[in-house]
């Protein structure tokens, strides 16, 4: 089974930086795109980006645009998705998602067949 796996989240100042991480290791899934949401309390999933994990051709919502970046590599048999954030302001407090199993970049979660369990992202002013 496809498990993924983030890391990274935590505490941080307005202004501050967090990288975060998605570790995916199982079979291999007939996907080649990976991407960033989150979900704050009471809100809808949100898109923040994907990537084309051959090409690494990315695309980004709006709501953390520019001041964001996705990449990946590879160890082993282990994919590793990561999300970079800059400026970070209390309204990106949320839970932060990867997802995968996609067939083309999207911004719509119910193209992503597995996902992980999430990591909070706590901004304070």
């Known amino acids: 089974q496809v498990r993924l796996v983030e890391s990274g989240g935590g505490l941080v100042q307005a202004g501050g930086s967090l990288r975060l991480s998605c570790a995916a290791s199982?079979?291999?899934?007939?996907?080649?795109?990976m991407g960033w949401f989150r979900q704050a309390p009471g809100k809808e999933r949100e898109y923040i980006g994907a990537i084309n994990w051959s090409g690494g051709r990315t695309s980004y919502g709006d709501s953390m645009k520019g001041r964001s970046t996705i990449a990946r590599d590879a160890i082993k048999n282990t994919m590793y998705l990561h999300l970079q954030m800059n400026n970070l302001k209390p309204e990106d407090t949320a839970v932060y998602y990867c997802a995968a199993g996609a067939q083309a970049l999207s911004s719509m979660p119910a193209n992503y067949a597995y996902w992980g369990q999430g990591t909070q992202v706590t901004v304070s002013s």
């Open positions: 199982g079979p291999p899934f007939s996907s080649n795109v």
